[in-house]
């Protein structure tokens, strides 16, 4: 009631409530990363040593291409 009260006297909506709603959106994604990538990180270190060695040389090309291809798109 008084934010209509206040568009009648002012003609604007509320800003600070859709500042709050996109504040907790902010919060809830980054809890929800957060446990995403702590569950990552366990499953991860309970993999054998051999998977691991794998992921992690997959991981390096992925990123090395990815480097090649942003300098050459900057042409570095």
């Known amino acids: 009631m008084t934010s209509d009260t206040m568009k009648q006297f002012n003609g604007k909506t ?3 409530d859709q500042t ?4 907790g959106k902010a919060v809830l ?3 929800l990363g957060g446990l ?5 990180y ?3 270190q309970r993999l054998p040593e ?3 060695r794998r992921i992690q040389v997959q991981v ?4 090395e291409s990815r480097l090649h291809q942003i300098r050459q798109d ?3």
């Open 50 to 52: 051999e998977q691991k």
């Open 60 to 63: 390096r090309g992925i990123i």
């Open 14 to 16: 509320d800003e600070a």
């Open 20 to 23: 709050t709603a996109d504040a």
């Open 36 to 40: 995403v990538s702590a569950a990552g």
């Open 74 to 76: 900057l042409n570095i």
């Open 29 to 31: 994604v980054g809890l």
């Open 42 to 44: 366990l499953v991860y």
